[in-house]
């Protein structure tokens, strides 16, 4: 369906308003808001199950009532047309109600994950002005700066046999939905402003592209930060489908994830780049429910493997422009890097030179996305939404505005659009947008540092790393340890750096600029701490060492070092556990690997696993085990 758009070369669009393409249909009307349509499933289908999690489920009736209930607390509190209301709770039926809610009180709401250090999350609220937070009893209180504080459980208890009888507000396509922060090149995070129009495009988009009727069944297991999370729910409870939440072990291993979605009969999923590339390559039963693997959020390097019982498809687009911009289907084969796909419904792609004229197809531009999609702009900051989102003069509406992206893309043949990567320094790491910038700007006030950089470099598994480099204070040089403690009390684990390399001073362009180029890469004897890596004492922490160190493709690792705090992730995790079950014969899982988080205390797991396994021995098995 998608690859039968009509692309005009010099300004490609999705199906604007009139347009009879396939794949197509008109901008939702302004009166047809979502918490309108869940509300319209909630009395045509009461009992139809609109949430799963760990064996329970809501209702639409349940979940519209509740959310009724919420919203008449919330104006209670005047909660009003784009005010915004901080939401701080862990995935669960709670944050999706508040949501709902906070759309039928007329604000919107403002994503906050709960395993955010404390220090990000009072910055974004200072930063946001929220007029109330909403979160669990006793969490939210010290960080409230003197807001009110809702919690789902205490208040829904208050207002249960009461009916929610406040008039709900028509929601104008103009008004605030929610603003995202993501990482900002000028030293903090940046909250970006999206349109109950800007979301309602991309819903409808969504239903229409991928069929979406009330018998899917969805997931929901993106990073509760992360726009992907609002757009893995609403498309779904607009018309009467279900979702179901994934837990932490699961939404992070391929395996698990795998044997999830087949379990749960998830018919449309959304994982990252990061998941996708492995579960690509995995066999599937043939008679699995999942219709379409979708992926975004980093460069996809893989093509599905032939056989899968269903599509994928990547997606491409920034916060700014909600979520998604460009999709395409991913055939099984193909030349260089995926496809990022064409502009969906309402949306424009312009690829434009440093003078701001279209490039030629085949030419590299800078990505400017105009259409239905594109946000308010930036959160208290006009200066910076005046720089980024630019007036249209290629034949947008009148008055309508290009978001300059800052990434690259060239025009293929068939009208798809390949990525070239960023004009500035921004990175995706795991999925997340990173400004480097922001993680210096950080790192520059522990008291030891006297000055510092932070890049990306790219491991031995192709995936990319933070990398920092530091000048220390000679008198007093911290450790990594200490650098990474600092960090970890003001940035979210992402954004931690996997390395650290000390300098005595930080290369510079012959203009004073920092030289990049000339940063050196991290190895042994330019650790921050200079210390020989603590070695291994027994044959099983040798070989686990072995395994580990091949994994991460670097050799100054000790046993007692986090694998967390190194550079390890969920996936490679997954490597580690998969090579330790065949080399050591134990049934080790990946959550053993989150509780231990060190070679030495992973080894003492195996080994205890180990000896169970032989003491539930006969002693003929034994016997015949020691003879091998």
């Known amino acids: 369906m998608m690859a039968e758009r009509v692309i005009d070369v010099l300004s490609m669009k999705g199906a604007d308003d009139g347009d009879d393409l396939p794949g197509s249909q008109p901008a939702w009307s302004s009166a047809i808001a979502i918490p309108a349509l869940v509300t319209r499933m909630a009395v045509a289908t009461p009992e139809a199950v609109a949430l799963r999690a760990a064996g329970s489920v809501l209702s639409y009736g349940e979940l519209n009532a509740r959310a009724d209930r919420l919203a008449d607390r919330l104006g209670e509190l005047h909660l009003a047309p784009d005010f915004l209301a901080g939401i701080c709770l862990e995935r669960s039926f709670d944050r999706i109600i508040a949501t709902l809610a906070v759309w039928k009180a007329g604000g919107a709401f403002l994503p906050l994950d709960p395993a955010w250090p404390e220090a990000r999350i009072a910055t974004i609220l200072a930063d946001a002005g929220c007029a109330l937070l909403i979160g669990r009893a006793g969490a939210m209180e010290h960080l409230g700066q003197g807001l009110p504080v809702v919690t789902p459980d205490r208040d829904a208890a208050r207002s249960e046999d009461r009916p929610a009888a406040m008039p709900q507000p028509a929601l104008d396509r103009d008004r605030l939905a929610y603003v995202i922060y993501t990482s900002g090149s000028t030293g903090g995070p940046k909250g ?93 039963p043939e008679h699995t429910a999942l219709r379409h ?97 630019v007036p249209d003069r290629l034949g947008g509406q009148p008055g309508g505005r290009l978001y300059r992206t800052g990434d690259l893309g060239a025009l293929r043949l068939d009208g798809q659009i390949m990525f070239h990567g960023r004009i500035d320094t921004q990175e995706k790491i795991r999925g997340h947008r990173v400004e480097p910038a922001e993680i210096a700007g950080v ?63 930080l290369p510079l362009t012959a203009n004073g600029k920092l030289d990049r180029a000339a940063l050196p890469e991290p190895n042994c004897a330019n650790g921050l701490d200079r210390n020989a890596a603590c070695a291994p004492g027994t044959p099983t922490e040798r070989h686990l060492l072995a395994i580990v160190t091949d994994i991460l493709g670097r050799d100054d690792i000790g046993v007692d070092d986090n694998f967390f705090l190194i550079g390890g992730h969920s996936l490679m995790g997954a490597q580690i556990v998969l090579r330790a079950r065949a080399d050591f014969g134990v049934e080790l899982t990946l959550l053993q690997l989150f509780e231990a988080r060190t070679i030495g205390t992973l080894a003492m797991t195996i080994e205890q696993l180990i000896e169970e396994a032989v003491e539930s021995m006969s002693e003929e098995e034994a016997r015949r085990l020691a003879t091998k």
């Open 192 to 284: 970006v402003e999206i349109t109950h129009g800007n979301l309602c495009n991309l819903v409808s988009w969504h239903v229409d592209a991928f069929v979406v009727t009330a018998a899917d069944r969805a997931s929901h297991l993106a990073g509760l930060g992360f726009d992907a999370a609002i757009w893995e729910i609403w498309p779904y409870l607009s018309v009467g489908a279900s979702v179901s939440l994934a837990d932490d072990i699961v939404r992070t291993a391929p395996d698990l994830l795998q044997g999830w979605l087949v379990e749960e009969e998830i018919s449309i999923a959304f994982v990252p780049t990061a998941l996708a590339g492995p579960m690509i390559a995995m066999d599937w």
């Open 443 to 505: 790192l520059s006030g522990h008291r030891a540092v006297q000055s510092c950089a932070v890049a990306a470099r790219t491991g031995k598994d192709g995936e990319k790393q933070l990398v920092a480099y530091i000048v220390p204070d000679p008198a007093a040089p911290p450790t990594a340890e200490e650098v990474r403690g600092f960090l970890a009390g003001q940035l979210p684990d992402y954004m931690i750096p996997a390395r650290f390399v000390r300098l005595d001073a």
């Open 293 to 389: 693997l979708l992926t975004g959020a980093d460069t996809l390097h893989n093509y599905p493997r032939p056989g899968l019982p269903f599509t994928l498809v990547n997606n491409y687009g920034p916060s700014e422009c909600t979520v998604v911009a460009t999709s395409a289907m991913i055939a099984p084969a193909g030349d260089g890097l995926p496809p990022i796909g064409w502009p969906i419904a309402n949306t424009r792609i312009h690829l434009l030179d440093g003078e701001g004229f279209p490039v030629r197809p085949g030419e590299v531009g800078e990505i400017h996305i105009g259409g239905a999609s594109v946000g308010r702009g930036y959160r208290n900051d006009p200066e910076l939404t005046s720089a980024r989102f």
